[in-house]
Structures are given as structure tokens and as C-alpha cells.
């Protein structure tokens, strides 16, 4: 066990440091970012004032150096815009990101894997043509146009929710379904197969032939066996696919979270807050990984065995 | 793996109604490759062409209509018809660039790490884990927002979006065929590797390969329509139909038409290119052909 996750650890810190790395590399690879943020009308003293507050002198090694020393003690540099240190700039968004998460994963378990199940269970019949029919359509339909979708219909033409912000429960409705179209048709998926697979074993038909109810068998002998598989999925593809649509639905719904501030960083060229919003959300999905990985291993011995 | 003692020829597995749904997807795929083709030729208006006397005038069917722009016309006067067709064209254009890159480049990375091994294949792979870790959207964000979202950079980017798929399928092919007697019937004739990858790993990749194709067009259409609506990706006025949805969010309340043709456009063109691509994956992989 200590060994898989020694491995696991060290995967994690070498993929995060190739990602600063990439990031750093990325954001001096256009030249002087303060020359295309500010553009024409400086002084040149002015120009290199501006260069030494935001500590662009020095080669481009030196600045590397001083960024991984300021990326271990917690300093990321000052936004363009702001003025602030990134670390704040993104810290005061975390939570509105956080909750917009939490709502969208919640909602997808709740959905997905009743669905998932149903769909494996009847998958000869409508139900399970239909259930299969509506993850499709969450696959195909960008979270964008949900999204516009919805505020057409509930917001212009009805009038029931607001478009704008995160004050109220109200205002979670139609970001949370814009942002779980996607994961909700990956899990019903992924859990309807897992069933499947499951469900074709022959210790499935024991459980029957030793006269247990259709519903304990499903449930207990089925689910929790499919349940490590999608636990897994829960964590290794939602999380990406979370990440991927905060960005498009909170800069929609102007919800003051991550994803919005990158959009808006990314437009205007504030790469401090750009570089440092990569990384957060790749440290976040690294973290959710290797969490899962280890999770995973926890549960099935199969894994934690076959590894070591 | 498929039983050697299954029929060869397998019984007709699907109903007549999804038979039924992929000949309209089949359909509707064709119709909307012709008419991004065609788009200059068919369309009655330049996707540019403004006329001020005949702003936000709504589709055929509704009063104020104004004859020829049959769906309406957006806050410059610009036909959105015309408009959403260009926008088809180059979103698909761009689809079918971004997709060929990926093939091209992923594919090379998957042949060269199955057919080498060691730590070439390490690193390949290790590549292939870091892009998966990272959500492509904001790998997507960063290189558009640092080189400016040229269309040049912009296929780039699209091209870069699937690679580690085609490269982790073509690896993957590449090591079950390798340990097959076929290939090392090659090996042993004396065939060397190019000789070996061409002639005998490439023609059994084929089909695989046509399946990822499929599918990433459908996942480019929606990322660049996705960067385009953010006002990232292809950039006015040139018309795409991302960047159409975008803009015309403004004026949704008073001609959400501006906003529903070129979305239905996207909608009908990834529903279609999916319903094609799990298709083709059905009949190519044997191992699905159970359930």
C-alpha cells in the first residue's frame, strides 16, 4: 500500500511542476507581457518601473528561478489589473466556484446513477433507449447553448429566474443544469456499462438461484460492486469536465468564481492571474486524482495488490 | 476479446428505429456538409453585406418580415441565414483541420511509442497523462489569450485539443498487434519497422482511427464554437457560429433569432457527426457488440 502511494504522490508533484513549468514558459513565450498588456504611450522610465514592480528583469532563467521560489513560498506575482497579489485575486473566487461544484456534482450523482441503473436494467426496452437517448443529447449539446437555452425560456420569456449572479437559490438553477448537461451523460453512461458488466457475472446469478430479492441483488451484490467504477469516473472525468464548464457557465452567468475570472483575464491579458488560475485548477485536478487513485485502491484490494 | 467459436456472421443486432435515427443523421450530416460547401454560391447575402434600413427584422412567419432573409436579419442588417451558412462553413473547416492535425500528430506520438518502447514510450505516455490532467479549455485560453486568436493559432489550437486520444488508441493497436503472428511473420522475414508500420500495423488502424475521427470532429465543433462564443476563438466580424451565439446574447429579449439559428446549426451538426461516429463504432468494435 505505502509503496502505490509513494507513486501516486510522486506522479502528482512531477505532472504539477511539468505544469508550472509549461505555464511559466507559455506566458514569456509572447516576449515582455507588460509591453502587450500596456501597450504604446509609456515613458521609458515608466515602462521600467513597471517592469521592476512586477518583477520582470533579470534573464529569462533568473525569472524562472524566482518564480519557483515564489511558487513554493506561496507567491504568484501581481495581477496586471488588480494590483493584488494572484493569490488573492483567485482566493476570493474560490468559494463561488467551489459551491457552483459541489451543486453540479451533487445533482449529476443524484441523476446518473439511478438513470445509469434503470438503463442497464431495461436496456432492451423504450426506457432504456430513452434514458440512453437523453445522455446522448447531454453529450452533443454544448453547455453554452443550454445554457442560452434556458435563459430564453426562463428568464425572458417566463420570467422565473434570474440570469445574473449567485445571491439566491434561485440564481443555482440554471448554472448548475448548464454545467451538469455534460458530466450527467458521461456518468449515466459510464454507470450503465459498469452495471453491465457487472450484472452479467455469475456470482449475479447466484444471487438469484439462492432465491434473493431482484432489488438486493441490483442494489447490493450489483451496485456495489459497479460502484468502485464509477466512484472512479466521479473523480477522474468529472472533475476535467467540471473545470471545462465553469469556465463557459459561470462567464455566462456572471457567477463571480474561477472560471469567470479566467475569461475575463484571458481576454484583457492579465497573465499573472491567468498563469496562476492554470495552475490552481490543474493542482485541483491533480489533487482530485490522486485522491481517486488512492481511493480507488482502498476499496479494491484487486488494484492495491495488483500494483505492488 | 471475441470467441473464435462465435458466428462469423453476427444477427442483426439493432432495432429498425435506430437504423431508423442514423439514416437521419446520415442525412442531416450530408445536408449540412453540402450547404457549408456551397455556402457562397446559396446564400443570397454576403455573410458582411450590412443594410441599417433592415436591422433585427424577424424570420419568415412573423410580422415585420422582411422577404429574402429568411431567418431575419441581426442589428446591422446582416442576413443571420447567409451569416449561420458561412459560420457552418468555416466552423467545419476548421473542424476538419483541427481533426487532421490531431490525427497527424497523435497518431505519429502512438506509432513511434508502440513500435519503440522504453522511455521513449515513457515519455510519450507521460505527455499523454499531463495533457489529460490539465481540462483543454483553459490549455486553450492561455495559448489563444498569449498569441492572439489568429485563425492560424486557432486550428493550431484545435489540432492540439485531441491528440493524446488518437495517441493512446494507436498504441494501444499497436501493441495487441504486434505480439500477433501476422507481424511477427514480418518481423522475421526481415521487415524493418517503417516497412513493418506501414504495410502491415497502418491498414489494420484504419478503422479505429475513422471512429476517434468522428468523434473528435464533434468535440472540436463544440471547443471552437465554445471559444468563439467566449470571444476567444474566431473573431468578428467574420462569422462563426459560436461567435454569432456570443453576440447576439445581447439582443436575445427583443430577436432571439439571431441567436437560434446558429445554435440549432451547432446542435444539428454535433447530434449528427456523434450519432455517425457511435455508429461506426458499434460496427467496428467487436467487443461492444454484446451489449
Known sequence: MIPYLTRVVVKSAITLFAIATLTFIATRLSGNPIDTFLGEGLTTEGRLELIRYFQLDGTLWQQYLAFLRGALSGEFGLSFVDRRPVTEVVGDRLWASGQLLLASVGLTVVLSIPLGIIAALYRKSWIGSAVMMVAFAGYAVPSFILAIIMILIFSYWLNWLPVVGNGSFLHFIMPTIAMSGVLIAALTRFTRNAMLDVLGQDFIRTARAKGLREARVVLRHGFSNAGVTVISVIGLQVAGLAAAGSVVVESIFSWPGIGQLLVNAALIRDYPVLQFGVIVVAVAVVIINAITDMSYALVDPRIRLARN | ?291
Open chain 2, 1 to 291: 476479446m471475441a470467441n473464435l467459436a462465435d458466428p462469423v456472421s453476427r444477427p442483426r443486432r439493432k432495432t429498425d428505429r435506430t437504423d431508423f435515427i442514423q439514416k437521419i443523421a446520415i442525412a442531416i450530416a450530408v445536408i449540412l456538409v453540402v450547404s457549408a460547401v456551397f455556402a457562397p454560391v446559396i446564400t443570397p447575402f454576403g455573410p458582411l453585406d450590412q443594410s441599417l434600413l433592415s436591422r433585427l427584422r424577424p424570420p419568415l412567419g412573423f410580422e415585420r418580415y422582411l422577404s429574402g432573409h429568411l431567418a431575419g436579419t441581426d442589428e446591422l442588417g446582416r442576413d443571420v441565414l447567409s451569416r449561420s451558412l458561412h459560420g457552418l462553413r468555416l466552423t467545419l473547416a476548421l473542424a476538419f483541420a483541427g481533426a487532421l492535425i490531431g490525427l497527424l500528430i497523435g497518431g505519429t506520438l502512438g506509432l513511434i511509442a508502440g513500435l519503440r518502447g522504453g522511455w521513449v514510450e515513457d515519455a510519450i505516455m507521460s505527455l499523454v497523462d499531463m495533457q489529460i490532467a490539465i481540462p483543454f479549455t483553459l490549455i486553450a485560453l492561455l495559448i489563444l489569450s498569449l498569441l492572439g486568436s489568429s485563425l492560424t493559432v486557432l486550428v493550431v489550437v484545435l489540432g492540439i485539443a485531441g491528440w493524446e486520444q488518437y495517441a493512446r488508441i494507436v498504441r494501444a493497436e499497436v501493441r495487441r498487434l504486434s505480439s500477433l503472428p501476422f507481424i511477427e511473420a514480418a518481423w522475421t522475414a526481415g521487415a524493418g519497422p517503417f516497412y513493418a508500420a506501414w504495410r502491415h500495423v497502418l491498414p489494420n488502424l484504419v478503422s479505429p482511427l475513422v471512429v476517434q475521427f468522428t468523434l473528435a470532429l464533434s468535440n472540436i465543433v463544440i471547443l471552437e464554437s465554445t471559444l468563439s462564443f467566449l470571444g476567444l476563438g474566431v473573431q468578428p466580424p467574420q462569422p462563426s457560429l459560436g461567435s454569432m451565439v456570443g453576440l447576439g446574447r445581447d439582443y436575445m429579449p427583443t430577436a432571439p433569432w439571431i441567436v437560434l439559428t446558429p445554435a440549432a446549426l451547432i446542435v444539428a451538426l454535433t447530434f449528427s457527426v456523434q450519432i455517425l461516429g457511435d455508429w461506426l463504432r458499434d460496427r467496428a468494435d467487436v467487443r461492444l457488440h454484446d451489449r
